[in-house]
T-cell receptor, first 115, second 118 residues
Framework: AQTVTQSQPEMSVQEAETVTLSCTYD???????LFWYKQPPSRQMILVIR??????QNATENRFSVNFQKAAKSFSLKISDSQLGDAAMYFC????????????FGTGTSLTVIP | GAVVSQHPSRVICKSGTSVKIECRSL??????MFWYRQFPKQSLMLMAT?????????EQGVEKDKFLINHASLTLSTLTVTSAHPEDSSFYIC??????????????FGPGTRLTVL
């Protein structure tokens, strides 16, 4: 099974600053999808951003962007102009494009935003 | 689009009773639905995968007779915790893959159900 590693259990960032959350994964496949989900205190899992492995261009969604390094199997999330509402658990996830639709989640990074 | 609801959001029950949790895709058809369990400050643990009209596939270590899953339609899956015990207390989350609308490779999550067994 694929493994997804988030090496930062906790991170903090000053409001309006930029923070980067790291994620690495292990796979022998070439075609897959990567995701970042946010889980605020309400516990609702919210899709933040999604990347298709065959695309070289890094995905962006407003203040959220990724640095996708396929050779290094790295998929970090950058949050610019951090806001108080960004405080949450962030989970990185992997999905094969070919061998089923199961997600493999990392252990999560708890992000604190300091006013 | 791609909204998933769960009901109830919170349930408290006595030990030995059964509890049913519903998961609905509101604006899309879900070919596959997933059930997760999440312990405090931990990641999501996949319990089972269900496809409409067929039996669910359970992950290793998950008792299929205890956690009954029914996926009767393309918009509804239910998880029944039978003869619940305090150790079953947890946060249960469902998600769905969209067959149409949204990205078909993406899982859309329900808001979760907090189960407390006394």
């Amino acid at each position: 099974a694929q493994t997804v590693t988030q090496s930062q259990p906790e991170m903090s960032v000053q409001e309006a600053e930029t923070v980067t959350l790291s994620c690495t994964y292990d796979t022998s496949e070439s075609d897959y999808y990567l995701f970042w989900y946010k889980q605020p205190p309400s516990r609702q899992m919210i899709l933040v951003i999604r990347q298709e492995a065959y695309k070289q261009q890094n995905a962006t969604e407003n203040r959220f962007s990724v640095n996708f390094q396929k050779a290094a199997k790295s998929f970090s999330l950058k949050i610019s102009d951090s806001q108080l509402g960004d405080a949450a658990m962030y989970f990185c996830a992997y999905r094969s494009a070919k061998t089923g639709n199961q997600f493999y989640f990392g252990t999560g990074t708890s992000l604190t935003v300091i006013p | 689009g791609a909204v998933v609801s769960q009901h109830p959001s919170r349930v408290i029950c006595k030990s030995g009773t059964s509890v049913k949790i519903e998961c609905r895709s509101l604006d899309f058809q879900a070919t596959t639905m997933f059930w997760y369990r999440q312990f405090p400050k931990q990641s999501l643990m996949l319990m089972a995968t269900s496809n409409e009209g067929s039996k669910a596939t359970y992950e290793q270590g998950v008792e299929k007779d205890k956690f009954l899953i029914n996926h009767a339609s393309l918009t509804l899956s239910t998880l029944t915790v039978t003869s619940a015990h305090p150790e079953d207390s947890s946060f249960y989350i469902c998600s769905a893959n969209s067959a149409s609308g949204g990205w078909t490779d993406t899982q859309y999550f329900g808001p979760g159900t907090r189960l407390t067994v006394l």
